[in-house]
């Protein structure tokens, strides 16, 4: 089966049972494993800025890192497909990633703890404008649980070591916004 054969959870899931459910802590939709399915039976699946935060999160949970078993004429593996889609598509253009970045608000804390979606969103931003998009964004992450906020927080502190000042501007947004300022303020005095 080409679809257990190019990930390594179902693999192992299927090695011990003979069926398996997928559980809804993965935070994979039947839409989304639909097109990794439909991927690892090497029908086209065109990733798009509205899917491709989705895809890259499954295909971490899933363990999509196998190339053997290929039915994709490229032979690579959905992680890859993914990566490349985000960084050389998402990452140029303002829009998209705004879009990247607002889908994988739902898809947290995963987004961010397999693949640094949201830190990588908020470090293209800065990338490619001055910061206002940046800014703009903390409307959307004032939604955010602060459990999640705090593991997107600790990971753009990793990657935008050179810019502390936009990464206090958008927690004191964030305390302004959510109304969670305990939790805020002591996350600002552990990064210093």
Request: with cysteine; net charge negative; proline share 2%.
């Amino acid at each position: 089966d080409p679809l257990a054969a190019r990930s390594g959870y179902l693999k192992r899931q299927l090695d011990k049972l003979s069926e398996i459910t997928l559980s809804p802590l993965l935070n994979i939709t039947a839409e989304t494993f639909t097109l990794v399915a439909d991927f690892c039976y090497g029908l086209h699946v065109v990733i798009t800025p509205f899917n491709v935060a989705a895809l890259r999160v499954a295909a971490e949970l899933l363990e999509m890192t196998e190339t053997k078993g290929c039915a994709a004429a490229d032979g690579e593996n959905l992680r890859q497909k993914t990566e490349e889609y985000f960084c050389w598509a998402v990452a140029l253009s303002r829009e998209y990633v705004l879009i990247v970045f607002r889908s994988c608000l739902s898809l947290l804390p995963e987004a961010e703890t397999t693949a640094a979606l949201a830190s990588r969103c908020v470090e293209a931003l800065s990338l490619l404008d001055d910061g206002d998009s940046v800014m703009s964004c903390t409307e959307d992450l004032k939604r955010v649980r602060a459990e999640d906020f705090q593991i997107v927080i600790e990971s753009m502190h990793c990657r935008l070591t050179a810019n502390h000042d936009l990464l206090y501007r958008i927690v004191d947004l964030y305390v302004k916004k959510s109304g969670t300022a305990r939790l805020a303020r002591a996350k600002l005095l552990s990064l210093e």
